[in-house]
């Protein structure tokens, strides 16, 4: 977000589209932002989940940070001996929303490319569009408690974080976690002309520190205190990689349930706030109807996203299949018909069923195996019957999707 003091005028921006040409072993690759506010990101380990996270964390300028709050791509793709970079490409498409004092809001939308072709990245830091952006990685999960130089922090002041903004930090952490925490808390640490500053919460009428800590606790507030903070009023981009870190899945449901709600809220409906993380957790599946998934898997040409998959048909991609027969299915019920007639045949142990999710990826994992070479004799994607009820449009869909001439919305 920026205001034009001038003009009275606020500037907010979302990402709609994101398209890597190269980085790292990401190539040919291409996602759609814009359906919803919360996006999540899953694939293998290796498959490119945090780069793609990295580049986006990079996307912006904010306001008032410096590059040690990982913004600038040479914080993520630093020259080594290994590799420097050059011929890395990428571009998104980024939607800005103009708030006017006086006339209409005005909408523009236009392609932003960064590269590497020399000694540095373009555009420059400097010429970036200016918006608040925040990546929270996998530094820092560590606990002062943990720290074996935690001795230093055992000496604090404790302040009450009393305002709006904690309170509703702390019904949030509540809710995730499960426990009735009553107060949210800063540990100061003086030293000589130095302060340092540690996470507290008081619960169950005990009062505790960092040093005390569980690290989920203090990784759930962190990204917590991150989205309620006031930067973030008027839109922005967070970012947090391996958002399950550290969480069971029921905390990890409950955690995604409060950022729908945190970004449907009404002051975000022209200032637009998203929120982007990575994961390995399945049960992600629960919200394709309100966040954006985004399914990672690697050709040997291309990287592909899929709307969603289970990572069992992940798995039958990477053809590491350990029963001979493989049958794809596109929901529960689907599964379940499958699996009382495989029951019913006596041939459990020679088959393996995986739903797929949309109807579109039943055509994307047949060409997916084509395309590594992988034989598909023995490999079956059922449909329900309300699309592609002709072997014409089945042939037609999967020459598409081989060819690569699909549309990425169908995909």
Not at 306 to 319: A, E, F, K
Request: net charge neutral.
């Amino acid at each position: 977000m920026r205001y034009d003091q001038k003009n009275s005028t606020v500037v907010s921006y979302s990402i709609e589209r994101l398209k890597i040409d190269q980085l790292k072993n990401i190539r040919d690759f291409e996602f759609d932002l814009s359906g919803h506010r919360i996006t999540g990101i899953l694939g293998v380990n290796g498959i490119g989940k945090s780069t793609i996270l990295h580049a986006l964390a990079c996307v912006y300028r904010p306001h008032d940070t410096a590059s040690v709050e990982y913004n600038r791509l040479s914080d993520f793709f630093k020259t080594n001996p290994h590799a420097n970079w050059q011929g890395s490409k990428f571009e998104v498409d980024i939607r800005s929303f103009e708030l006017h004092a006086n006339k209409p809001p005005s909408v523009d939308l236009k392609t932003v490319r960064y590269y590497k072709d020399s000694q540095k990245w373009s555009p420059k830091y400097v010429n970036r569009p200016k918006n608040e952006s925040l990546f929270i990685g996998l530094e820092g999960i560590q606990t002062a408690g943990e720290d074996p130089t935690g001795y230093r922090f055992r000496n604090y002041k404790t302040i009450e974080d009393a305002n709006e903004a904690e309170d509703l930090i702390r019904r949030d952490l509540a809710f995730i976690l499960g426990r009735d925490y009553s107060k949210i808390n800063t540990h100061v640490i003086s030293r000589g002309s130095s302060q340092y500053e540690i996470e507290g919460l008081e619960w169950n009428s005990v009062t505790y520190s960092e040093l005390s800590m569980g690290s989920g606790e203090k990784r759930v507030l962190k990204i917590l205190k991150a989205i309620h903070h006031p930067k973030f009023d008027n839109g922005g981009l967070v970012l947090v990689d391996e958002l399950d870190m550290l969480l069971h899945d029921l905390s990890f449901q409950r955690l995604i349930e409060v950022l729908i709600r945190k970004m449907a809220s009404k002051q975000y409906k022209v200032k637009p706030l998203q929120f982007v993380f990575s994961t390995h957790r399945e049960s992600v599946a629960k919200f394709t109807d309100r966040i954006n998934i985004c399914s990672l898997f690697q050709t040997p040409a291309k990287t592909i996203s899929l709307p969603y998959v289970s990572p069992d048909v992940i798995l039958g991609l990477t053809g590491r299949c350990e029963k001979p027969l493989e049958i794809y299915v596109e929901d529960d019920l689907a599964e379940d018909i499958v699996g009382d007639l495989v029951f019913k045949k006596d041939m459990i142990e020679f088959v393996q069923i995986a739903r797929f999710g949309t109807w579109q990826n039943a055509f994307t994992i047949i060409a997916s195996k084509v395309l590594q070479g992988i034989d598909i004799s023995n490999a079956i994607c059922v449909l329900d019957g309300d699309e592609c009820n002709s072997e014409q449009e089945r042939m037609s869909r999967f020459n598409a999707v081989l060819n690569g001439d699909d549309k990425q919305e169908q995909r």
